[in-house]
């Protein structure tokens, strides 16, 4: 079946830097996409989401883009910090679903001092 | 603490025993979600409940597992004759009934079949 799936399994970072994380998705019916972060040993913790509707949503140090030509979503962190380093998924909604989320695999940011 | 709760963390059982997973959500959460998560992989969906009503399964759900939520509130996930390939974290989540919104995840529940 169709499944989201990320472009990198890692990615590194300094300190300060800003972190770009990406996500193609292949279900053109999918309507609401979601970022999550999951800490070691913890369950995932909702960051940001937008609706397919939008191209542009911002959050507190956080940017979705969503490009639904090449159903594309990236995350954008401005200032990463030691306290983002964690796995990053993102998640899609199938329109008319039963409001169940599919994850992709994930990407590891490790911010370096 | 008023997030979505499960218990236990943790636990280990031996091949062909039975194992209870409970999940206590958000309280005035109408929806619960189990995931399935294994090492390096995204939660995959088992199953959903709005209020006491399991309203989709996930084909991964095979007759072994069984889910309740009997009075719309806490949730159990049995896992019958449990094998190895069971190993897993297992999550709950919950929501309100809102068309779009976020999942809120408990900690889950770590499963290691010996």
């Known amino acids: 079946g169709e499944s989201v799936g990320l472009h990198l399994p890692t990615l590194s970072v300094q300190e300060g830097d800003n972190s770009i994380i990406n996500c193609a998705y292949s279900n053109s019916a999918s309507d609401y996409f979601i970022w999550y972060k999951q800490e070691s040993g913890k369950g995932p913790q909702f960051i940001i989401d937008?609706?397919?509707?939008?191209d542009k949503r911002q959050g507190q140090r956080v940017t979705v883009l969503l490009n639904k030509t090449v159903k594309h979503l990236s995350l954008q962190i401005a200032a990463t910090q030691p306290g983002d380093s964690a796995v990053y998924f993102c998640?899609?909604?199938?329109?008319?679903?039963?409001?169940?989320?599919?994850f992709g695999s994930g990407t590891q940011l490790t911010v370096l001092p | 603490d008023t997030g979505v709760s499960q218990n236990p963390r943790h636990k280990i059982t031996k091949r062909g025993q039975n194992v209870t997973f409970r999940c206590d959500p958000i309280s005035e959460h109408n929806r619960l979600y189990w995931y399935r998560q294994t090492l390096g992989q995204g939660p995959e969906f088992l199953t959903y409940?709005?209020?006491?009503?399991?309203?989709?399964k996930s084909r991964l759900l095979s007759d072994r597992f069984s889910a309740e939520r009997p009075k719309g509130s806490f949730s159990t996930l049995e896992i019958q004759r449990t094998e190895q390939g069971d190993s897993a974290m297992y999550l709950c989540?919950?929501?309100?009934?809102?068309?779009?919104?976020?999942?809120?995840f408990g900690e889950g529940s770590r499963l290691t079949v010996l």
């Open positions: 998640a899609e909604r199938l329109a008319g679903s039963a409001r169940q989320l599919t």
């Open positions: 937008i609706r397919s509707n939008m």
């Open positions: 409940f709005q209020n006491e009503a399991q309203l989709e």
């Open positions: 989540a919950s929501s309100t009934g809102a068309l779009t919104g976020e999942l809120f």
